[in-house]
């Protein structure tokens, strides 16, 4: 049983910050690669950022590099998201989401939403300028 639940989104004013939290039911949760992603009304999902499960490797789509930092902390088994100088193109619903480790996967790093297994139920995220 896996279960992913996020937490931390509201309504903020462009310019401003949010830190979502991701609290991940998974006993070898340090095996898990762990990404956020996020769906705005009417648009696919699409990948906003990922650690590796070692920690040493982080990843972040173009469009919010310099502004958002992902972390982890394998002991608490959570997954954050800080989120800096927001605006309202960052408005959506956000995701966290983990993916099986190698020795189901292999080594394969992805940001495809498809290549990750377990998903939590988003939490809402609302810029307004």
């Known amino acids: 049983q896996v279960q992913l639940v996020e937490s931390g989104g509201g309504l903020v004013q462009a310019g401003g910050s949010l830190k979502l939290s991701c609290k991940a039911s998974?006993?070898?949760?340090?095996?898990?690669?762990m990404g956020w992603f996020r769906q705005a009304p009417g648009k696919e999902r699409e990948f906003v950022a990922a650690?590796?499960?070692?920690?040493?490797?982080?990843h972040y789509t173009d469009s919010v590099k310099g502004r958002f930092t992902v972390s982890r902390d394998n002991p608490g088994k959570m997954v954050y998201l800080e989120m800096n100088s927001l605006n309202p193109e960052d408005t959506a619903v956000y995701y966290c989401?983990?993916?099986?480790?190698?020795?189901?996967?292999?080594?394969?790093?992805?940001?495809?939403?498809?290549?990750?297994?377990?998903w939590g139920q988003g939490t809402q995220v609302t810029v307004f300028s």
């Open positions: 650690v590796r499960w070692h920690g040493g490797i982080k």
């Open positions: 989401a983990a993916r099986n480790p190698t020795y189901v996967r292999g080594s394969t790093y992805s940001e495809l939403p498809r290549e990750f297994d377990y």
């Open positions: 998974i006993a070898t949760f340090s095996m898990y690669d």
